[in-house]
């Protein structure tokens, strides 16, 4: 199955226009599309199935408990699918089964451990800061933040450790936030802000054959070696913003396959 990946186009700021990857069997848009959402209709019509996984940038200016099930409205009406703490079985045209595995897994803060969390939220403040959301009505700070990335953490974990039974040929994993360091910006490398961007996923990570993530306004494509298997592979091709130069590079036609 060969999947067409796109993040952080920013549409509510950015000009890009998006087009369907030639051979692609679906898209997936992994977070930060459009913090109005309006941008989500420019895929619509698409001709494969579109999977979506939010990114933070979604909830700008909103109460989070509210816009979740807004967004999967929205989203639905456009005829995608959203995960967020779901799966979703994919059958591809040559009987290749994929299960998909998405959730947002905002950030615990513990990507340099528990030692350093405490450094790494006083971080994020700045990050919270600009997205100005709520959770019941409390600024979504950094303590809500974690609590939202636990709660991640652990589903993923748990469906992680589910046993395919010969339901499903491949696992995907599709995060807006990087699963480990080496999804990590070089322009900014290992600081205590770099842990609002990348979680300490390392150990899940081999339990999928493709880790797809955002975020990070970068390119990555980087492997873990699982012994008696083929490597599984972590790949991000978010485009970011053209004025700090971050689009350059950027293939919006680029495809990996599962």
């Given at each position: 199955?060969?999947?067409?990946?796109?993040?952080?186009?920013?549409?509510?700021?950015?000009?890009?226009?998006?087009?369907?990857?030639?051979?692609?069997?679906?898209?997936?848009?992994?977070?930060?599309?459009?913090?109005?959402?309006?941008?989500?209709?420019?895929?619509?019509?698409?001709?494969?199935?579109?999977?979506?996984?939010a990114g933070n940038h979604e909830f700008d200016g909103r109460e989070i408990r509210d816009a979740w099930p807004r967004l999967h409205e929205h989203v639905a009406r456009c005829g995608f699918t959203l995960l967020q703490r779901e799966t979703t079985l994919?059958?591809?045209?040559?009987?290749?089964?994929?299960?998909?595995?998405?959730?947002?897994?905002?950030?615990?803060?513990?990507?340099?451990?528990?030692?350093?969390?405490?450094?790494?939220?006083?971080?994020?403040?700045?990050?919270?800061?600009?997205?100005?959301?709520?959770?019941?009505?409390?600024?979504?700070?950094?303590?809500?933040?974690?609590?939202?990335?636990?709660?991640?953490?652990?589903?993923?974990?748990?469906?992680?450790?589910?046993?395919?039974?010969?339901?499903?040929?491949?696992?995907?994993?599709?995060?807006?936030?990087?699963?480990?360091?080496?999804?990590?910006?070089?322009?900014?490398?290992?600081?205590?802000?770099?842990?609002?961007?990348?979680?300490?996923?390392?150990?899940?990570?081999?339990?999928?054959?493709?880790?797809?993530?955002?975020?990070?306004?970068?390119?990555?494509?980087?492997?873990?070696?699982?012994?008696?298997?083929?490597?599984?592979?972590?790949?991000?091709?978010?485009?970011?913003?053209?004025?700090?130069?971050?689009?350059?590079?950027?293939?919006?036609?680029?495809?990996?396959?599962?």
């Amino acid at each position: 199955m060969k999947l067409q990946l796109l993040s952080d186009l920013h549409l509510e700021s950015e000009a890009f226009d998006p087009e369907p990857a030639p051979g692609a069997d679906l898209l997936v848009l992994a977070g930060d599309i459009d913090a109005t959402w309006a941008g989500y209709e420019r895929f619509v019509g698409w001709p494969v199935p579109v999977l979506v996984v939010a990114g933070n940038h979604e909830f700008d200016g909103r109460e989070i408990r509210d816009a979740w099930p807004r967004l999967h409205e929205h989203v639905a009406r456009c005829g995608f699918t959203l995960l967020q703490r779901e799966t979703t079985l994919v059958t591809a045209a040559d009987g290749q089964r994929v299960r998909f595995v998405g959730a947002t897994r905002w950030s615990d803060f513990d990507l340099f451990g528990a030692a350093q969390r405490q450094r790494a939220m006083r971080a994020a403040a700045y990050f919270m800061m600009l997205m100005a959301a709520t959770r019941d009505g409390a600024p979504f700070d950094a303590a809500a933040v974690r609590d939202e990335g636990l709660a991640c953490r652990a589903w993923l974990e748990s469906a992680l450790a589910e046993p395919p039974r010969g339901r499903w040929d491949r696992t995907v994993v599709v995060t807006h936030f990087g699963p480990g360091l080496r999804s990590a910006d070089p322009r900014y490398g290992a600081q205590p802000g770099t842990a609002s961007f990348c979680n300490a996923d390392d150990d899940l990570i081999p339990r999928a054959d493709l880790w797809l993530h955002g975020h990070l306004h970068c390119r990555h494509d980087w492997r873990v070696a699982r012994p008696g298997r083929r490597p599984a592979r972590v790949v991000c091709n978010a485009r970011g913003l053209v004025g700090k130069g971050e689009a350059e590079g950027h293939d919006p036609l680029f495809t990996v396959e599962v």
